[in-house]
């Protein structure tokens, strides 16, 4: 991903098609060591290619993947009646208790994010 990175930065500062050594140049520019099967494979890639096109190819095989959310659904749809809807509430509890307990946890730390 890095290298995709480091090739679309090149792309945005002018170089149509960036060489290695840009790309190498914009990796040790932040202390990563660039891999030469990695770096020659980004360019084959994508060399002559445009990347607002390639952007928006993407876009579209993103927006056709799914998205979870089924195991919510699935446990709201038990009737009412069923003994194991009373489990399943059992185990949102339980859940629900971990996640506050993790929680404090964090906090007894001694130091915030932002302090």
Avoid: H, W
């Avoid at 290695?20 to 914009?26: G, L, S």
């Avoid at 990347?51 to 799914?66: N, V």
């Amino acid at each position: 991903m890095r290298y995709v990175a480091a090739y679309m930065l090149a792309v945005l500062g002018g170089k149509e098609n960036p060489a290695a050594a840009d790309i190498e140049k914009i990796l040790s520019s932040v202390g990563i060591e660039a891999d030469k099967e990695c770096l020659t494979k980004v360019i084959k890639e994508l060399n002559g290619k445009k990347i607002d096109e390639l952007i928006a190819q993407g876009r579209e095989k993103l927006s056709s993947m799914p998205v979870g959310g089924g195991a919510a659904a699935a446990a709201s749809a038990a009737p009412a009646g069923d003994s194991g809807a009373g489990d399943a509430k059992k185990e949102e509890k339980k859940e629900e208790k971990k996640k506050e307990e993790s929680e404090s946890e964090d906090d007894d730390m001694g130091f915030g994010l932002f302090d």
